[in-house]
């Protein structure tokens, strides 16, 4: 049976560590970070934790009832670095792309974390602040409900899928990922025209695009798309 989680009000009078650290969720979910960019997503056990946070595996267990809602914890985290700073300008479009581009960046400035977390659901304060901001943009814009839901949905998964595809990349180890990029050079612009003409004649775009997410990319093409809708609306 999971271990009830203490309340964080109780948990922030338990004496400090042998180190002289007082542990919050905050500082284990951040050390938890810098274990993933370090060991990989194999590397984060609560043994590991325990030692670098210099405490009891079993202390982490009065914060989480386990890794899984550590990682929940992680993922609503990086969600939270995405919104630090975020006012709504009341612009729908730009807020949309601000927004998306943000979450993005968040996930891949943590790869390993991103890989973990991308396609969980947390249901904590962070990821419902970010629900309720896009769908608040989409109504406030005046897209019926049916379209707000469709276009959050297309826009969140998109945006989370680059994420965690863009994370992927960038967790290989560093000369395996310069080799996939090189592959574009290589082997794919050195194609014959007369057995891979299309491949031939994009050859130097795409070396120049593949080696780069295609996030934004994609993000406009969903934002006119959404334009498209909202402007027939109003016609």
Known sequence: MAKPVVPEEKRRRRRPTRSGTVLSERLIVETALRLLREHGS???????????????????YRYFRGMDELTLAIGDALIGEALRGWRASGEWRRDLHAIGLRIHAAY?????????????????????????AVLDVLRTAGFPLPDTVRIYHAFIDQTLAFAALDAAALALPRATRHADDAMWR?????????????????APLLSTHMVTSAYPTALEMLLDSAQTALTRLSS
């Not at 290589?186 to 004649?201: D, V």
């Open 42 to 60: 194999t590397g984060l056990t609560a043994r590991r934790l325990g030692l670098a946070l210099d405490c009891d595996p079993s202390t982490l």
């Open 108 to 132: 891949v400035a943590h790869p390993q974390a991103a890989q973990l977390t991308a396609s969980r659901v947390t249901g904590r304060a962070n990821e419902l602040a970010a629900d309720e």
């Open 186 to 202: 290589s082997t794919y612009a050195r194609l014959p025209a007369e057995t891979h003409p299309r491949i031939a004649e994009a």
